[in-house]
Structures are given as C-alpha cells and as structure tokens.
C-alpha cells in the first residue's frame, strides 16, 4: 500500500468542505495506523471440551403386583397350629387349624391319626394279665377335594414286651413340598424305667417320596467337629480310651429363616451318653448339639427367601413360630 498525504489531500478535495477536515483527519489517522502498525495477532481462545450429553436411561418398568396367596402354617402363643392364607400385604385372608401345604396340584392337608396298640403286662405269672397302655400314630397327607392320599408315616407295631408304648409324629417345619417330620417312641418294658428313642424324615408331597437329605449334605465331618466341640463343653461323658470324645452322629436337619429372610438349615448332632447324663433332644441315651450347617440345596432355591407378605405377617403376630409357607 502507497501512502502520501499529497495524494490523500487531492482525493478529498472533490467530498464536501464541511466534511473535508473530518474526512481528511480520520482517513489520515487510520491510514497512518495502516502504513506504520503491524497486524496485531488475536487473543488466543480458551480449549473448549465438548461433552456429549449422557443417553437418559429408560425408567425401569413397573414390578408387576404379587398376586399370590400364601399359606402360612405356625404355632400360635396359645400352642394352637393354624394355617393362614395371606396376601402379598400380609394380610390375613382366612385361617384353619392344622397344617395345609399348596404345591402345584392343589393344597394337601396334614393329617394324623392315633392307634391303639395292644401291650404285655409285667407279671406272665398273672393270668388275667394286666396290659398297659399303648398308642401309634399315622401321618398322612390329603389332597383336598380329591381323593389323593399318601401314607407319610404307618404306625409302628414291633413293640413285643412292652407293658406301655407311646409313639408321636411331628411335624419340624416345611419347605414348600419338603415335610421335615421326627418321630418319637416312648418305650417302657418293665425295666427300671423307660425309654425314647427318635428318627428323622423329610417327605416330597409332590413324588410322594421320602427324599434322605442327611446322604446329601457336604461337609459332615466339619459340622461333626463343630458338634463334638460343643458338646465337649458342656458334656458330663467319659472320654475314650485315647482322651478323645467320639465323634456326634449327624441325626437331624431343620429349616428356619434367619432375622434378615434367609433361609438356612440347623443339623443336630448326637453323642451317646447316660441315661441320667440325657438331654431329651433326642434320646434317653444322647446329648445333643445344634449347629448352622452353612449348606443348602438348588431343590429348595424357590423358597431361599422369605416373601414380604409373609415376613410383615409373622412380624404383626406376637409369640408365632413360623412352621412354613407355601404359594398358589
């Protein structure tokens, strides 16, 4: 660019006298400022970081209701055992007494029935011989308005000699389909006293099948160990001949929820011991330990927790030991 003032004056003399001054004094200025000033380099420009937006997750559909209805069998602080149907609130719907399981093909009741047994007398020299008393039970399950039935338990009778029998099921617990039943037979055959003895059962309602959970469970001698320490602690026995007390028996495994709706199982582990030395948790000859067996089974995963209906149930009923629940 060429600058000359000469050049700058001849070029205004054609604009208007009035705007000639100012013209000539802007026009002068600025194109002195172009002819002697270098381009000054812009501000540099902060980074910018782009975000992209986050993809909005899509709201997580609405659970659908519970629409079952529990059946919720237990004892009551009154000792009564009732059975309730219970919705997904934990409201009670209805109540009945004794125990009803629903499985799949409808709801089966827990009966059990007392039979006479005949006894001997003590004295064989007596020929009216006095008998003493005796009495069996049988357990069965019924499908309700149906005509199926199973024999859970036949009442005993190989109680030769005995001047008095008592013989009793129980129902422990249940696991959906899975009855956990003891049984106890008190036997008195005119010795210095009697005696009871025990043994253990689970039951499938659904294959009508005794099922031995005690073959299944990991880990026997561990809870053995746990049951011999335990019981050592307390326990009024001779120890063997080599300083050690044997190791308890694996007899019994029970259910129970924990505090927080877990479902666990507890084993009972026995050790001989004196009549006068017995516990009564098992036998007139045993003590008895119970420790948590840590184990469980993938037939039992549908009822691994407790539903909330039947958790707020159970809690609104002071004094009610829960037995079992089961869904239709």
Request: aromatic content about 8%; hydrophobic content about 40%; overall charge negative.
């Amino acid at each position: 660019m060429l600058c000359n003032e000469a050049m700058l004056r001849s070029s205004l003399a054609a604009l208007r006298p009035d705007l000639c001054a100012f013209h000539l004094v802007f026009a002068a200025s600025a194109l002195v400022a172009g002819c002697t000033a270098s381009p000054r380099p812009l501000p540099p420009v902060a980074a910018t970081t782009v975000v992209l937006a986050t993809p909005i997750a899509a709201p997580p559909l609405a659970e659908e209701p519970d629409a079952r209805v529990f059946l919720v069998w237990g004892r009551g602080a009154d000792g009564a055992v009732k059975t309730y149907r219970v919705n997904a609130a934990g409201e009670a719907l209805g109540e009945e007494e004794g125990v009803t399981i629903a499985t799949p093909q409808g709801e089966w009741r827990w009966e059990m029935e007392a039979v006479a047994l005949d006894t001997g007398s003590c004295d064989p020299d007596i020929v009216d011989k006095e008998r003493g008393q005796g009495s069996a039970t049988r357990a069965e399950v019924a499908l309700r308005g149906g005509e199926m039935r199973a024999l859970v338990v036949a009442p005993r009778g190989d109680f030769d000699g005995a001047n008095e029998i008592d013989h009793s099921v129980s129902l422990l617990a249940s696991v959906g389909p899975y009855l956990f039943i003891q049984e106890r037979t008190y036997m008195y055959a005119c010795g210095a006293h009697g005696s009871t003895a025990a043994a253990f059962l689970v039951w499938n309602i659904e294959r009508a099948a005794p099922v031995d959970l005690l073959e299944e469970l990991s880990e026997v001698q561990r809870l053995q160990q746990e049951g011999r320490a335990a019981l050592d602690e307390e326990s009024t026995d001779f120890p063997m001949e080599n300083g050690e007390t044997e190791l308890p028996e694996l007899v019994q495994i029970t259910p129970a929820y924990s505090p927080e709706g877990r479902l666990r199982f507890d084993a009972q582990l026995t050790r001989a011991a004196c009549y006068a030395c017995s516990d009564g948790m098992w036998s007139s000859y045993s003590r008895s330990a119970v420790v948590p067996s840590g184990w469980s089974s993938a037939r039992f995963t549908a009822w691994s927790s407790r539903p909330t209906g039947v958790a707020r149930f159970v809690a609104q009923r002071q004094g009610f030991e829960l037995g079992g629940w089961s869904a239709r």
